[in-house]
């Protein structure tokens, strides 16, 4: 049974980076074909895939946030981290990471997730 946890800050202050690990158990994030995924949900709206770290390392992002994004992984921790820097109020979400069959959809595991709040 593959887990996943993310972790970090819930309070950020705008202008800031945003950090936030992924720790994976029951799998390795270096298993061939899986790719390790952050998604975010703000309040009122839809989720949205932010971006992905495969298998192999190579990383997804989506084009509206890839400026800001950054996704980089631990493979001796396995662990997966998410940055994303220069962020406002509009960047407060709900953040999860998830493992997928592709890099953008078909998620099959996901994190509880981390309530991140960007407030001065």
């Known amino acids: 049974q593959v887990e996943l946890q993310e972790s970090g800050p819930g309070l950020v202050k705008p202008s800031q980076t945003l950090s936030l690990t992924c720790s994976v158990s029951?799998?390795?994030?270096?298993?061939?074909?899986?790719?390790w995924c952050w998604i975010r949900q703000s309040p009122g709206k839809g989720l949205e895939w932010m971006g992905t770290?495969?298998?192999?390392?190579?990383?997804y992002y989506s084009p509206s946030l890839k400026s800001r994004t950054s996704i980089f992984r631990d493979t001796s921790k396995n662990q997966s981290t998410l940055e994303l820097n220069s962020v406002t109020p509009e960047d407060t979400a709900v953040y999860y990471c998830?493992?997928?069959?592709?890099?953008?959809?078909?998620?099959?595991?996901w994190g509880q997730g981390t309530q991140v709040t960007v407030s001065s």
């Open positions: 770290i495969g298998y192999s390392g190579s990383t």
């Open positions: 998830a493992r997928g069959r592709d890099p953008s959809v078909d998620f099959d595991y």
């Open positions: 029951g799998g390795s994030i270096t298993t061939n074909y899986y790719y």
